[in-house]
């Protein structure tokens, strides 16, 4: 865990890892993130040379070929001082929990991931942790649920932060979802090569979704909102999956509109 | 009993289109899960004492030579006898031996996963032995002739139906179903006359306590107890890492161990088991056998990445709060342990070539090691294995990925290597698929993405990068 405690100095300048899959699939998820940052007074940094944290090809058991990745991820970001912030639980659980057993037999490259690991936070965890829960005050009038991303919730330890965070904008009806904290089964390459398994634990999310009754699921990593917007898609669903950073962004921007109005 | 890990997929596919057996395994989740949650959350400390418990467990498995050797010690003076057997054939060769030297004509076992692993009562039974579980759960599996679904409730995917085809021999079809009372009953009824005439009983182990020589089992239902009080001869089988040093560890330990299967505070029966009866006592068995089984441990106990799994408890926590289980359930792990601590163990016991699924099937998504009392870091362990059968195992014949695995990956790592080519793969992924999408998704798509859209629709690469649109957005702030 990232060392800094809530009263520590907010942060003025941070940068940005998009993650691969928010860099070139949803790419909106990137730009919200920069609109809360910007929105919170800290200037935004996004390294141009950024791809991925090497965490897909981790989780098949392919280390040789992650274990370049994950280096040139450590060698670009230790070019940058001060946090590291990204709008995944996934990516920051890669870096700060696994990259301690991917590079076991490399004492110096260990201690680098961790040095680098200590400034990356989730997104909601940057805000919660520095800005406290109340800090983003926006306004959207939906109904919306909230899904409890396994990495976020059960690696980095993000429970009821993205909740409070969620609680604070104006018009927003939420409605705790049933078995918030069980999985949607993603699980990055298992849902691809265990696509039955993957859709049986899908499709109990999915009746959870769709009894909650909200127009929107709100949750903070971009696999489980494609794999659960894929699976609602799918069945005809009208429901959207909505990424916490788009949320939240729109409803700054909202704000900031009828502020002027 | 014979690993049969190669049939994972197609077990856990006729899983999960079974209505009943589904229904069944609901409720693993809303009876011991959620009564796990709430024994934990009345229980001041019990983050404490689930560290308590894995400093007990780790530091026993460290010293586990020393700690054997003090138990076997002790349990001779209490005038029991010890085994150590190296494999379930040797432990099995050993209960048969002495079976048929003290001219043992029934045999009453109670639950005992060990036994499992050594497939015992069918052993006796082949010898010419009656041999009949206790255990309700495993009673009915006994009768169904299926081995354990789940490791603390062996039957629990049976219906109430059938069990009463199991129990009443004049239940016919349209029948109104009996309730668990009477279906208890039944088994009652049945299994009083085989406790009478045995001389004979295998029992499990809970945990062994070096500094005392004793066995304790823990069980609801009394047949557990009366299996070691009974029968002239008192057999007691364990895996080798189920002990720990003091009665004082047993005190933690059975706190975690009982919240964690049932979320009871503490279970109908504790018994504990100090040896043969005495010449001064009334009760008990004339001899007390103590069967300390490796059966592939001391490969976990060598073998730094996966030692931890030597922590177990047996609990099933984590089979209660994996959404996999839940789906598959416990016949598709093809060995004595489902779940996700049999999706590391049977792996390591019974062989990685054959079990690569095991590890494979999972979300890993960490409720096994949240719900764990001795926090066993599972889907670490989950890792190392898909590891060492992608390309890490120096057994050859243990690196089970396919060709077209290592090239997808190793296409990967190059895209992954440069920003440019990272846009370029992306770029030129859109380009192919974009033809196939209406709206931004694919109904369907080539392999390897085909897994995916069979159920799910799947998103198409963003026409921009976020680097281009921020690059866009900064140059649009500047002018």
Redesign the interface.
């Known amino acids: 865990m990232p060392e800094n405690t809530p009263d520590s100095p907010r942060p003025e300048h941070v940068t940005l890892f ?1 993650s ?1 899959m ?7 998820v ?2 919200s993130t ?1 609109d809360i940052l910007e929105y919170l007074g800290i200037t935004v940094d ?1 390294l ?5 944290c ?1 965490q ?11 274990l ?2 994950a280096t ?1 991820f450590i060698e670009l970001f230790e070019q940058v001082e001060g946090p590291i912030v990204v709008p995944s639980g996934s990516c920051a659980a890669m870096v700060r929990n ?1 990259y301690g ?1 991917l590079f076991r037999s490399d004492e110096n490259m260990t201690n680098r991931a961790e040095r680098v690991g200590e400034r990356l936070y989730e997104l909601s965890e940057f805000i919660s942790r520095f800005f406290g829960t109340d800090a983003i005050k926006g306004t959207l009038a939906d109904t919306a649920t909230y899904h409890k991303c ?2 976020l ?3 980095i330890g993000v429970d009821e932060e993205p909740l409070e965070i969620l609680s604070n904008v104006d018009g927003l009806q939420m409605t705790p979802l049933d078995r918030a ?3 949607c ?4 390459a ?13 499709d ?1 999310k999915l009746d959870n979704i769709e009894a909650n009754g909200s127009n929107m699921v709100i949750a903070a990593d971009t696999g489980c909102v ?2 659960m ?3 609602l ?2 069945r005809g669903s009208s429901v959207q999956v909505v990424h916490i950073a788009e949320v939240l962004a729109k409803s700054i921007s909202n704000s900031s509109v009828l502020g002027k109005s | 009993m014979k690993p049969l890990t190669t049939d994972f997929r197609s077990k856990a596919a006729e899983t999960m289109v079974d209505e009943q057996v589904l229904q069944s395994l609901e409720h693993v989740y809303t009876g011991f899960f959620k009564g796990r949650l709430e024994a934990a959350g009345d229980t001041d400390n019990w983050e404490e004492l689930r560290d308590k418990g894995k400093a007990i467990k780790d530091h026993t498995i460290a010293h586990l030579d020393y700690y054997l050797e003090q138990l076997a010690d002790n349990v001779e003076k209490n005038g029991g006898s010890v085994f150590f057997a190296a494999d379930s054939a040797e432990a099995r060769k050993y209960v048969l031996d002495l079976a048929h030297a003290r001219k043992i004509k029934t045999v009453i076992k109670s639950k005992s996963m060990v036994s499992e692993e050594m497939a015992l009562a069918q052993a006796l039974i082949d010898d010419g032995i009656e041999a009949v579980e206790t255990d309700l759960g495993e009673y009915i599996i006994q009768l169904s002739g299926e081995t354990p679904y789940h490791l603390i409730a062996p039957a629990v995917h049976k219906s109430r139906k059938e069990v009463a085809e199991l129990l009443d021999d004049n239940y016919v079809e349209g029948d109104p179903v009996p309730d668990a009372t009477e279906l208890t009953m039944m088994a009652r009824e049945k299994l009083r006359g085989v406790f009478e005439r045995a001389d004979m009983s295998v029992t499990g182990v809970n945990f062994a306590v070096a500094e005392s020589g004793s066995i304790t089992l823990v069980t609801n239902e009394g047949n557990g107890r009366m299996s070691t009080t009974v029968p002239r001869v008192h057999v007691a089988v364990m895996g080798m890492e189920k002990i720990i040093p003091s009665i004082q560890d047993l005190s933690t330990m059975l706190r975690i161990l009982i919240r964690s299967a049932t979320g009871q505070r503490i279970s109908s029966y504790v018994t504990m088991v100090n040896g043969p009866r005495k010449s001064d006592e009334e009760e008990g068995p004339e001899e007390f056998h103590l069967v300390i089984m490796d059966n592939g441990r001391q490969k976990l106990l060598a073998d730094e990445q996966m030692r931890e799994s030597l922590n177990c408890i047996r609990c099933g926590a984590c089979l209660n709060a994996c959404p996999v289980y839940r789906k598959v359930g416990g016949h598709a792990y093809g060995w004595v342990y489902p779940g996700p601590i049999g999706a590391i163990v049977t792996p390591v016991l019974t062989g990685l070539k054959d079990a690569g699924n095991l590890p494979a099937a999972s979300s890993l998504c960490g409720a096994c090691h949240d719900a764990c009392p001795v926090k066993i870091n599972i889907p670490r362990m989950l890792l190392e294995l898909r590891y060492r059968t992608a390309e890490g195992s120096t057994d050859k014949a243990e690196r089970t990925s396919s060709v077209r695995e290592r090239t997808v990956w190793k296409a990967w790592r190059i895209g992954m290597m440069g920003r440019k080519r990272f846009d370029i793969g992306a770029r030129l992924s859109r380009l192919f698929l974009r033809p196939l999408a209406r709206k931004g998704w694919l109904k369907k798509a080539p392999p390897p993405i085909s897994g995916w859209t069979s159920t799910r629709d799947f998103p198409l690469v963003s026409s921009s990068s976020l680097k281009a649109r921020l690059s866009k957005r900064s140059k649009k702030a500047k002018s």
């Open positions: 998009a691969c928010v860099d070139q699939l949803a790419p909106a990137g730009e920069v996004f141009d040379d950024q791809t991925c090497g897909p090809a981790f989780n098949s058991g392919f280390r040789s070929e992650t370049p990745v040139r696994f057993d396994c990495h919730l059960r690696e904290d069980v999985c089964g993603f699980g990055g298992f849902s691809v090569k265990m696509p039955d398994i993957s859709s049986a634990i899908l109990e494609y794999q917007q894929g699976g898609r799918r």
